[in-house]
């Protein structure tokens, strides 16, 4: 509890003691008045200068000036007519009690999720004088040389250039299981050294560190709303108003109708009571705290397993989803090719790798890597001249003065060379030596372990269709999409055929009998060659790109860690918080809409009416903290 909790725990306390003292007192009048007066604005002299404060800035309708309206209303009643001011006292009173435990909740909430999300780095050590010295993260220079000891987080992205450990990665994942780190491997932000001592040469700027760029996410969620949080926002804006003057019609109305007709003394407390216990219960503090928090837990809990999702809009989004579409090569592939077998004409297989290991050299792709692993020897890049990568086909070059190709059967058919068709599944990369062809070298990649399950588990959460989009070719395409359970596969694309197709199920998806048009399509990549189909679907969805820019920057929900299976748990996680939403929603609505009814028939009294306001709100917080626990989901 903070300091600022702590104050008001007190005020409550005091409030509260000198309220029940002063029953036992025997005064009346105007002294009883003063000394009431004292409980009450000790407990509710905030409300009252918030409620100033909105009337001199023209923001007059809020539930400051609701609590300040019924209760001082009510004690201008107990001074002129009952003499009893403990329900004015006590309204207020129960509000602040409500208002203690609704900041006691989010704040418990705000640490819970900080707690999860804590990888911001308190400092870096860099060597000096054969010493270690602690400076800011945001002084270290991209290039320099820092030292993560056992125990300490890593504060900056880089790589190890000495020592061998094991790194905590749950922060970021939400998966306990540790990762093995070495010189030369890439090492992120966030994680915690758990063994040996390592030396690491940053590549990047502290705030442009996975770190930094998490943390900003998260914490930049609040600022996309969800349909739901606007709708609320314009819904109290007009509410509120409306409330205020029904009450004003209630206390005038009928008294003067009852003058009018009946000619006798109108009942001019009894209807204002009933005007005061109405305000009290209109008061929309339910719906306005427990919505934006049952978001704020629902994005905190997906944080917690590892899925950070940018905004409430699209965790909304999310829980409509109907269509999941996937890029395949690691999403539901590890993205690590291997060669599997040489085919040959008249060279050797070794010669063929050579030249094929050389032409691709240049290249980056999954594909030309695992040719050169393959080879397993230095490449001496003198040798090759002219190399042209032509986009979704092979590469061309030029090695020991000899024109090479290597790449599909399109690039076969573009340079005018027949080739032999394989009878193997996998990617077939053909290759052409001197413009004559030589064999083909059959490469494949290898499905991760539970993707299969993944597609199922979908389908069992409310997926209506599955689609998988590939650059490979259909043979190997449609045995992946065989072996998964895919119901749709498209083959042989080049990335803007993939933004294409993604345009095409769109439409489908809104055309669709039995589909809603709220339905929504998510696409799941890599997040580093995917941006363009990420940004153009409902919901993007990079997968595995922990550390990758380009996923955080296009996606608009982030996976940490390679699993398939997170993207079921990214939606079941939504469809939790929007269930929570959508109860607050009824059950705060209900209970206010009876309870008003109840005040306006002279049946509800001011006791009833802290329970549709206060009551109402503790209980809708609850349920909306209940967000914030997923991992069973």
Avoid at 162 to 173: I, P
Avoid at 405 to 420: E, F, V
Avoid at 547 to 566: F, N, R, W
Wanted: aromatic residues 6%; hydrophobic residues 45%.
């Amino acid at each position: 509890m903070n300091k600022k909790q702590k104050k008001m725990l007190f005020r409550i306390i005091t409030a509260a003691i000198l309220m029940i003292g002063l029953a036992f007192l025997p005064v009346d009048g105007y002294i009883r008045f003063a000394l009431y007066l004292i409980p009450y604005l000790i407990i509710g002299y905030d409300i009252l200068k918030k409620a100033l404060y909105g009337i001199r800035n023209r923001q007059v309708f809020d539930e400051n000036f609701l609590m300040a309206v019924a209760t001082m209303g009510a004690m201008a009643i107990g001074l002129l007519e009952s003499g009893d001011y403990v329900e004015a006292i006590a309204v207020m009173l129960f509000y602040q009690i409500g208002e203690l435990f609704q900041s006691y909740a989010v704040g418990k909430s705000r640490k819970n999720i900080s707690a999860l999300m804590d990888i911001r780095p308190d400092y870096a050590n860099i060597e000096e004088d054969g010493k270690l010295k602690k400076v800011d993260p945001d002084d270290v220079e991209t290039g320099s040389v820092i030292i993560v000891q056992p125990g300490e987080k890593v504060p900056i992205d880089g790589v190890v250039i000495e020592g061998k450990s094991n790194l905590n990665t749950s922060a970021l994942t939400g998966e306990s299981l540790p990762r093995e780190v070495k010189e030369g491997d890439e090492i992120i932000s966030g994680c915690i050294n758990m063994t040996r001592v390592l030396r690491i040469r940053t590549t990047k700027e502290f705030e442009e560190s996975t770190a930094s760029k998490i943390l900003e996410l998260v914490e930049n969620s609040s600022t996309r709303k969800s349909k739901s949080e606007d709708f609320i926002t314009k819904f109290a804006r007009y509410y509120t108003p409306a409330v205020c003057y029904s009450a004003l019609g209630l206390a005038i109305l009928p008294p003067l109708v009852q003058m009018v007709i009946s000619g006798g003394n109108p009942q001019w407390s009894v209807w204002i009571y009933r005007a005061l216990t109405f305000l009290v219960i209109s008061c929309p503090c339910a719906l306005v705290i427990s919505i934006p928090l049952s978001f704020f837990a629902g994005i905190g809990g997906a944080s917690r397993e590892g899925i950070l999702v940018k905004g409430s809009n699209y965790l909304e989004s999310l829980s409509q989803t109907k269509y999941v579409v996937f890029d395949k090569t690691g999403t539901l592939t590890q993205g690590v090719f291997e060669v599997n077998g040489i085919h040959h004409n008249e060279l050797e297989n070794q010669k063929i790798l050579e030249y094929a290991a050389l032409a691709e050299s240049a290249s980056l792709h999954p594909i030309s890597k695992s040719i050169q692993r393959a080879y397993g020897k230095e490449l001496d890049r003198s040798r090759v001249e002219n190399i042209e990568e032509i986009s979704g086909n092979g590469v061309t070059a030029v090695v020991d003065k000899i024109p090479v190709a290597a790449g599909n059967d399109k690039l076969m058919r573009q340079l005018g060379i027949s080739y032999i068709n394989c009878h193997c599944t996998g990617t077939i990369v053909h290759m052409a030596i001197g413009g004559k062809y030589a064999g083909h070298i059959v490469i494949s990649d290898v499905v991760r372990e539970n993707s299969k399950d993944a597609v199922q588990a979908l389908k069992d959460a409310g997926i209506q269709k599955t689609v998988m989009l590939t650059g490979d070719a259909g043979k190997v395409a449609d045995q992946v999409a065989a072996d998964l359970n895919i119901d749709q596969v498209y083959s042989e694309l080049l990335p803007a055929d993939k933004v294409s197709k993604v345009e095409e199920l769109l439409e489908e998806k809104d055309r669709r009998n039995g589909v809603s048009r709220k339905a929504k399509l998510a696409f799941v990549g890599d997040g580093i060659n995917d941006a363009p189909v990420l940004s153009r679907a409902d919901i993007g969805i990079a997968m595995g790109a922990l550390g990758s820019d380009a996923a955080i920057e296009a996606a608009d929900i982030v996976l940490m860690d390679d699993d398939p299976m997170k993207i079921t748990k990214a939606i079941k996680i939504s469809k939790k918080c929007l269930g929570i939403v959508y109860q607050n929603i009824i059950f705060a609505l209900g209970i206010k809409a009876i309870c008003l009814i109840l005040g306006a028939m002279g049946i509800a009294n001011m006791w009833l009416a802290i329970f549709a306001d206060v009551g109402v709100m503790i209980i809708a917080v609850l349920n909306a903290i209940r967000a914030l626990f997923v991992k069973k989901l």
